[in-house]
């Protein structure tokens, strides 16, 4: 069965309600495929959840960032993912590169958050990449098997579970990867999810590519093999959003 096209946008630590607002007239007043063609998930801030989800057409589901490792509690500052449940917020980005680096979210960390976070029912986009001085050392491969296997090794259903490729080189950068960068890397972990998991697991999960994905550059992206959606920074909150969601039509008239 074909892989249905994936598209997120993580807005990251950006935006006022104002912004927040007009980003989401532009998203509810787009024509794009239908839902059988394409998911589309959006990510605000925490404080801008319940907004941006009040406010969205049904079609688009929202996702958190980030949600606490364990069951809430005495954790200031902290967002627990039963509290996401109860918000009725659907997906959870999980160890985010911007998390692992500036916040020392570890291997192992990452795997506990998307073991606690599937258990609690949300559905996890679970981010994975190599620093730029890891891909010039040769170890890509390496580095991304390795934040892989930490995250396989807790998920049971893999139903929710899409797994994102970011290059860390790429992210907030201009320098997308290329195709054939991205594809390498998609090919290779869906080996390992062979592998390491099983044949049906590695025929039906997502793996998305992130990493200054634009207008301009995704169709190109879309059109590899291994790729099977994107998760956008900076452009997702610009209307060009709107175009890379279209390009899951690359897929499905292919
Ligand atoms: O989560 C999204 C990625 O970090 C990509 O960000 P970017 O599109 O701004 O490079």
Redesign the pocket.
């Known amino acids: 069965m074909a892989r249905k096209f994936f598209v997120?946008g993580?807005w990251?630590c950006n935006g006022t309600v104002e912004e927040v607002k007009k980003i989401v007239t532009v998203l509810n007043e787009a024509e794009v495929p239908p839902e059988e063609v394409v998911d589309v998930v959006v990510s605000p801030p925490f404080v801008f959840l319940s907004l941006v989800k009040s406010l969205l057409r049904s079609d688009f589901q929202v996702a958190a960032q980030n949600c606490w490792v364990r069951k809430g509690g005495a954790f200031t500052g902290e967002v627990s993912a039963e509290m996401l449940v109860n918000l009725g917020i659907p997906w959870v980005?999980l160890g985010?590169?911007?998390r692992r680096l500036l916040l020392g979210e570890t291997n192992e960390f990452v795997g506990d958050k998307v073991a606690n976070a599937l258990s609690q029912g949300l559905k996890v986009i679970a981010?994975v990449g190599e620093t730029l001085e890891q891909r010039e050392s040769g170890s890509t491969m390496d580095i991304v098997a390795a934040q892989t296997k930490a995250i396989a090794g807790r998920i049971l259903d893999w139903n929710n579970v899409v797994l994102?490729y970011?290059p860390v080189w790429?992210?907030?950068?201009g320098k997308v990867a290329t195709p054939t960068q991205a594809r390498e890397v998609h090919t290779a972990l869906r080996k390992l999810l062979h592998d390491n998991v099983s044949p049906e697991v590695a025929a039906s999960t997502r793996i998305i590519y992130?990493?200054?994905?634009n207008g301009a550059n995704c169709k190109e992206l879309a059109a590899q093999p291994d790729v099977d959606g994107f998760?956008?920074?900076?452009?997702?909150l610009k209307p060009e959003f709107v175009d890379i969601i279209k390009s899951a039509t690359v897929k499905s008239s292919a």
């Open positions: 997120g993580n990251k980005i985010h590169s911007e981010c994102a970011e790429a992210i907030g950068t992130g990493g200054s994905v998760l956008v920074g900076g452009a997702s």
